[in-house]
């Protein structure tokens, strides 16, 4: 069975400031890692995925995030966050499995204050 | 350009209705996927299918049906038997050949 947990339900970062929405995976075997954003009544759009490649895997918009297998985490940050930084994000996991399902985290809600 | 379409972007149910959402993709990818997304919960698998004609429950498939008649259409009816149909439908797509999905719009339940 594969889960994730993503700590912090809501993020409020300065415009300017660093990003940091922290992604904590379980899985039995190894992993394939997304991050997802989504923004009001839209879809969900890919950032980046890991797929047993770099361990540090660049997306769009700044975005990036490294794998740690010994911390079974794979959290995403951005340097310095825009306004247009604010949406909901999203990690998952997929095994490789014959589905490859995606299970996905409860997501974390960003805020870019002014 | 290549995407993903679901219809209607809005839907208003009436108590014992039952309501079928669009989801149409020209990516000729194999395998669809219905999430439902509720505030707080993150997306939770109701329904995929991997070929034609062949589709598979996931974890809250109770009150859902779906088929698979053509690749590039994947509708999903939400039954009267759906207690508490009020949610954000997202329909996804995959190639085989990478592991990502593709996403839909979204369909925006209400029950009236």
């Known amino acids: 069975a594969q889960s994730v947990t993503q700590l912090g339900s809501h993020v409020s970062v300065s415009e300017g400031a660093l990003v940091l929405l922290r992604c904590n995976y379980s899985?039995?075997?190894?992993?394939?890692l997304f991050w997802y954003v989504q923004y009001p009544n839209q879809g969900l759009q890919l950032l980046l995925k890991?797929?047993?490649?770099?361990?540090l895997v660049k997306g769009i918009n700044g975005f990036e995030a490294e794998f740690k297998k010994s911390e079974t985490s794979f959290h995403l940050t951005k340097p310095s966050a825009h306004m247009s930084d604010a949406a909901e994000y999203f990690c998952?996991?997929?095994?490789?499995?014959?589905?490859?399902?995606?299970?996905f985290g409860s997501g974390t809600q960003l805020t870019v204050l002014p | 350009d290549g995407g993903i379409t679901q219809s209607p972007k809005y839907l208003f149910r009436k108590e014992g209705q039952n309501v079928t959402l669009s989801c149409e993709q020209n990516?000729?990818?194999?395998?669809m996927y219905w999430y439902r997304q509720d505030p707080g919960q993150g997306l939770r698998l109701i329904y995929y299918?991997?070929?034609?004609?062949?589709?598979q429950k996931g974890d809250i498939a109770e009150g859902y049906s779906v088929s698979r008649e053509k690749k590039e259409s994947f509708p999903l009816t939400v039954t009267s038997a759906q207690k508490n149909p009020t949610a954000f439908y997202l329909c996804?797509?995959?190639?085989?050949?990478?592991?990502?999905?593709?996403f839909g719009s979204g369909t925006r339940l209400t029950v009236v």
């Open positions: 996804a797509s995959r190639t085989g050949r990478n592991y990502g999905y593709t």
């Open positions: 899985s039995s075997v190894p992993p394939y």
């Open positions: 890991y797929t047993s490649a770099a361990t």
């Open positions: 998952a996991v997929s095994t490789s499995g014959s589905a490859r399902q995606l299970t």
């Open positions: 990516l000729n990818h194999d395998a």
């Open positions: 299918s991997q070929i034609v004609n062949d589709f």
